[in-house]
């Protein structure tokens, strides 16, 4: 016997491929109404959230040494530069752990991890601040697969209850 599994919500690369998935009911395979996968998807996102917070309250504790290496970024002087850089690193960092637009921020820093590490590449140095941007690296990418999963906020579609 075979069960086609047609969730409510259209999670990761399902909703790009748009198709359904077909799959033998074994012992193994959860139950419709276990989220597991969105239970992990959703400690994965409070592990980043965190990891991230804590790398930017380390940052803000070596606020002044951070700051006489902190690249000059469009032109701004490196102070302006970090504190701009930092409030959305946080903001990001929110909504993700929110689950608000989880797939906008996730690939918001991606790109701002990618380019750390290029930096760093570049300047032909493998600190261990480039390595550990390496692993955020692969963890948004997941998240931008994955999306925000069951357990996030979705923001209500009002064209729907409001037509044009």
Same mark, same amino acid.
């Given at each position: 016997?075979?069960?086609?599994?047609?969730?409510?919500?259209?999670?990761?690369?399902?909703?790009?491929?748009?198709?359904?998935?077909?799959?033998?009911?074994?012992?193994?395979?959860?139950?419709?109404?276990? +989220?597991?996968?969105?239970?992990?998807?959703?400690?994965? +996102?409070?592990?980043?959230?965190?990891?991230?917070?804590?790398?930017?309250?380390?940052?803000?504790?070596?606020?002044?040494?951070?700051?006489?290496?902190?690249?000059?970024?469009?032109?701004?002087?490196?102070?302006?530069?970090?504190?701009?850089?930092?409030?959305?690193?946080?903001?990001?960092?929110?909504?993700?752990?929110?689950?608000?637009?989880? +797939?906008?921020?996730?690939?918001?820093?991606?790109?701002?991890?990618?380019?750390?590490?290029?930096?760093?590449?570049?300047?032909?140095?493998?600190?261990?601040?480039? +390595?550990?941007?390496?692993?955020?690296?692969?963890?948004?990418?997941?998240?931008?697969?994955?999306?925000?999963?069951?357990?996030?906020?979705?923001?209500?579609?009002?064209?729907?209850?409001?037509?044009?």
């Amino acid at each position: 016997m075979q069960y086609i599994l047609i969730s409510k919500y259209c999670y990761g690369l399902e909703c790009f491929l748009n198709e359904r998935v077909d799959m033998k009911h074994t012992n193994s395979t959860p139950r419709p109404d276990v +989220r597991t996968t969105d239970v992990a998807i959703l400690f994965l +996102r409070f592990f980043i959230g965190v990891v991230s917070l804590l790398h930017i309250i380390g940052k803000l504790q070596t606020y002044d040494n951070t700051i006489l290496v902190y690249p000059q970024i469009l032109g701004l002087d490196p102070a302006t530069s970090f504190a701009v850089a930092t409030i959305i690193e946080g903001l990001l960092t929110a909504m993700i752990v929110l689950g608000v637009g989880t +797939r906008f921020a996730a690939a918001m820093m991606c790109i701002i991890s990618a380019l750390v590490v290029i930096y760093s590449f570049m300047q032909g140095t493998m600190s261990a601040d480039m +390595r550990l941007n390496f692993v955020y690296m692969g963890i948004y990418i997941t998240l931008l697969i994955s999306g925000g999963g069951y357990y996030s906020y979705r923001v209500p579609d009002l064209s729907k209850k409001y037509p044009k």
